[in-house]
């Protein structure tokens, strides 16, 4: 079984095929700087599902889609000053009924961060911080406690999850 991992970029859109012990078994990258609207991104977004589908040699659960700016619940909300369009766009909905594979959005850091404590850095580590680089500078940080405030809806900054144990 995999998993579609999507990382949507201003420069390039990043996909990757994942298994379940998180190693990455097929990848590419397509460019997107010239994209120029929404729904061009969202094409190229179900182009490298698909691509990314027809490597696979068993079940796709899901897709993870790392998008840059304020995302809540499948929902970009905006933020993504360097991507045309995405204001109160249920990325997650369009993509679900174009596939239909089930799909998880949130923003960039914070998949970023997932991945990380699920497979990577993080993985032995009960709290993280996680910086990202990029066209922008985002972050995301975890903590796995059950008693901290977070602040909701924050992309392109620092974001809070909480994990009961």
Known sequence: MYA???????????????NLKGEISYSFKMPSKDVLSEGEIIALINVAVRKCAGAAESQILGVG?????????NVILGGADNLPGFHH????????????????VDNDANMMAWGEMQFGAGKNCSDAVFLTLGT???????????NCM??????????????QL
Do not use: H
Not at 136 to 144: H, K, N, T
């Open 89 to 104: 766009v249920n990325l997650g909905a369009l993509i679900t009924e174009s596939t239909g594979l089930n799909v998880v």
């Open 65 to 73: 889609i790392g998008f840059p700016g304020i995302v809540e619940n």
């Open 4 to 18: 579609i991992a999507i990382d949507v970029g201003s420069t390039y859109l990043r996909c990757g095929l994942i």
């Open 150 to 163: 977070g602040i909701p809806q924050q992309g392109d900054g620092i974001r809070s999850y909480y994990y």
């Open 136 to 146: 922008g500078i985002g972050g995301s940080a975890v903590w796995l406690i059950t």
